[in-house]
């Protein structure tokens, strides 16, 4: 009979390297991810201009010299100290607001330090004065 | 003569499903790979204990003070400069969140006419950059 004889062949697009090619692609990526750690203490700034009369006796003043002593309330303190008496000092009034002022050659580090005390209270009263 | 043909087993392993296991991945990677664009300053971060993971990346803008530079995005700035870009960001993206990476040795002078100039861009949502204290 002059019928062709049905083509035993099947045709394959050989898949083989395509394991390949995602190998390729997953180590590029490997070596280029990065997990980003960058932690920090979030803040947010007022708006300019923004000046509000407060009472003298809902203030706490923390005063940061450059040498890095702390004066709270013109009391001298440790800074590890803070956080407690910050805390007694806010259970005795509710609305206190905790104003932090730094000398302008004190170290940031200081700042960071006092600032984590003062955050680790959970009050969310805080002000940064302007340094002098 | 009674041979034995020998029994030819070929065991395989199949492997047709590498390919997909190798695509999970490299999803995987795609999808957690935010490419690192700028190196910034060398810059030793202060420690403290109550740090917060930044929530978005993407909303992130870092600003590198290493006392004697401010850069930003690879640019050294004067500071007075500081507050055109931070404006010109934060009318890309209003949800802008500025990271600042100081030096522990920075005096706060600095650090307050950043704050001025944040300010006056509008950016009032920023982040102290610092290590986790090892308490």
Known sequence: MLVDKKKDREIVIPTSSMADIA???????????TMNT????????????????????????????????????????QIPNIKTELERRMAENENLIISVKTDLKTSYDYFIAVLDQVKMTGSTRVSIAEPE | MKFKKKSQVTEE???????????????????????????????????????????????TSYIWMDGAQISCDDQILEVGQV??????????????????????????EVLHKVHEELRAAGALRINYSTKLKAS
């Open chain 1, 23 to 33: 190998f390729i692609l997953l180590i590029f990526f490997l070596v280029t991810t």
């Open chain 2, 13 to 59: 392993i199949p492997t047709a499903s590498m390919p997909d296991i190798i695509f999970m991945l490299l999803i995987f990677f795609m999808v957690t790979t935010v490419l690192k664009r700028f190196t910034g300053l060398p810059v030793t971060l202060p420690e403290a204990e109550k740090i917060e993971k930044i929530e978005s990346r993407r909303h």
């Open chain 1, 38 to 77: 960058d932690k920090g203490i979030p803040m947010v700034l007022p708006p300019p201009g923004q000046t509000k009369e407060v009472p003298k006796k809902n203030i706490c003043n923390i005063l940061v010299n450059s040498q890095g002593d702390v004066l709270l309330g013109n009391e001298p303190i």
């Open chain 2, 83 to 108: 507050s055109d870009v931070v404006y010109s960001k934060l009318i890309a993206d209003p949800q802008l969140l500025i990271c600042l990476k100081g030096d522990r040795q920075i005096e706060m």
